[in-house]
């Protein structure tokens, strides 16, 4: 009991949190502040991170597994491969919704290490994915058979680390889940084949960035 008390706890504070460093970024909020806006003492906030760096690994970790279990939650649907892209893009815009660019230019700049691997393992899980439904697509017709697989989730995962910089963010004068459509719909329509493409069309109506 006392193992599930601390766990839900600590996904208390990792969600709180989350969202005070959406709200008031990474470098502008203190451990003292964290602390005062979750109600507790600092000394009980330090019973479960040691330090600012220690909570927002264990912040980006818990995303990530939360995400990865989302995503292999949906692949398990026996869907086609079209309609898996499509309900995978509906979860990474929910999640698009609440990005912060500064946000993570701070965690780029002031914390690296945590940054540098946190993109690595959401490049690594992308890339898998794509691969995987990429065969996917392939087998069942909807994808183009004569395309190599690994260059495309290569080049899928440039594109999505390429829209994350701080000068096209800057520059694009474009919210993240409009450009994050706009790429995805591109992407379908660069590997799928025409049934593939005119499936795509029925469904589009369903594609809901909300």
Do not use: W
């Amino acid at each position: 009991m006392e193992n599930n008390e601390s766990a839900e706890k600590l996904d208390f504070i990792l969600n709180e949190t989350a969202e005070l460093f959406r709200k008031y970024g990474i470098r502008s909020i203190s451990m003292d502040d964290i602390a005062r806006e979750l109600g507790m003492s600092k000394k009980t906030l330090y019973q479960f991170v040691s330090s600012k760096a220690d909570l927002l690994e264990k912040g980006f970790q818990k995303f990530h597994e939360n995400f990865v279990m989302s995503v292999r939650e949906i692949c398990n649907h026996n869907l086609n491969a079209i309609d898996e892209l499509l309900e995978v893009s509906k979860l990474v815009n929910v999640e698009y919704k609440k990005y912060n660019p500064s946000g993570v230019f701070d965690l780029q700049k002031y914390y690296p290490e945590i940054f540098n691997k946190h993109i690595k393992e959401e490049k690594q899980f992308t890339y898998d994915m794509i691969i995987q439904n990429l065969q996917k697509g392939i087998r069942q017709g909807l994808y183009r058979g004569q395309q190599d697989i690994e260059l495309v989730a290569g080049l899928y995962i440039q594109k999505v680390e390429s829209i994350h910089t701080e000068k096209f963010m800057n520059q694009a004068g474009l919210s993240m889940d409009k450009i994050f459509e706009v790429m995805f719909e591109n992407h379908i329509r660069g590997i799928s084949n025409l049934q593939g493409i005119a499936y795509f069309e029925e469904r589009k109506q369903q594609l809901k960035f909300e």
